[in-house]
């Protein structure tokens, strides 16, 4: 039964940088992606961005000025961090598992994606 | 803003069929994702691929694509299905959501 733990600081003051980790248990590392997801309040889901045992990251092009995705096999971890951050940063941080398959059509391969397993979430307020 | 569209808001009457869909133009290319997500918790993946259930969810999801369109349907909807429902597709950026669609039982 694979899990995902996160941990984080929840309170951070304007400029800061935002910095949260997610531990897999129960499972395989590598042949994933890990991804960060996050929620304003009251609000829908954006995708911050990926990365996979070997260190290889996609960024949201809207947040990749300032976000950076690292893993730690060792550990089986993988760890955001987003700079300067403002109140527009408020929002629970979702970690989670992408099972990634590929499917052929029209002469290329495709990926398929599927967020199958979810951390608990992290609620993150920035806040002066 | 996101790059695929859903409506915000259906209703369904209970033990019908609802249809909740997800228009964007990588959908043309990409499968979609479903995710159903309820007040306070994190979101569970119901449909991936071309109409693949993950265990334990019931067969009464169902998921279909035509052109720029995915959609989600629920044959038979019951009380427990009542929650936020979004869509997922990779595109050329990334893999941005849909903006979400709450879904109303009653």
């Known amino acids: 039964q694979v899990q995902l733990q996160q941990w984080g600081a929840g309170l951070l003051k304007p400029s800061e940088t935002l910095s949260l980790t997610c531990a897999v248990y129960?499972?395989?590392?590598?042949?994933?992606?890990w991804s960060w997801i996050r929620q304003p309040p009251g609000k829908g889901l954006e995708w911050i961005g990926e990365?996979?045992?070997?260190?290889?990251?996609n960024y949201n092009p809207s947040l990749k000025s300032r976000v950076t995705i690292s893993v730690d096999t060792s550990k089986n971890q993988f760890s955001l961090k987003l700079s300067s951050v403002t109140a527009a940063d408020t929002a629970v941080y979702y970690c989670?598992?992408?099972?990634?398959?590929?499917?052929?059509?029209?002469?290329?391969?495709?990926?398929?994606?599927?967020?199958?397993?979810w951390g608990q979430g992290t609620m993150v307020t920035v806040s002066s | 803003s996101s790059e695929l569209t859903q409506d915000p808001a259906v209703s369904v009457a209970l033990g019908q069929t609802v249809r909740i869909t997800c228009q964007g133009d990588?959908?043309?290319?990409?499968?979609a994702s479903w995710y159903q997500q309820k007040p306070g918790q994190a979101p569970v993946l119901v449909i991936y691929?071309?109409?693949n259930r993950p265990s334990g969810i019931p067969d009464r999801f169902s998921g279909s694509s035509s052109g720029n369109t995915a959609s989600l349907t629920i044959t038979g909807a019951q009380a427990e299905d009542e929650a936020d429902y979004y869509c997922?597709?990779?595109?050329?950026?990334?893999?941005?959501f849909g903006g979400g669609t709450k879904l109303t039982v009653l």
């Open positions: 129960g499972g395989s590392f590598s042949g994933y992606y």
């Open positions: 997922n597709s990779r595109d050329s950026s990334g893999n941005p």
């Open positions: 691929g071309k109409n």
């Open positions: 989670a598992r992408v099972a990634v398959t590929y499917y052929y059509g029209s002469g290329s391969y495709y990926r398929v994606d599927a967020f199958d397993i």
């Open positions: 990588s959908l043309r290319s990409y499968y």
């Open positions: 990365i996979n045992h070997s260190g290889s990251t």
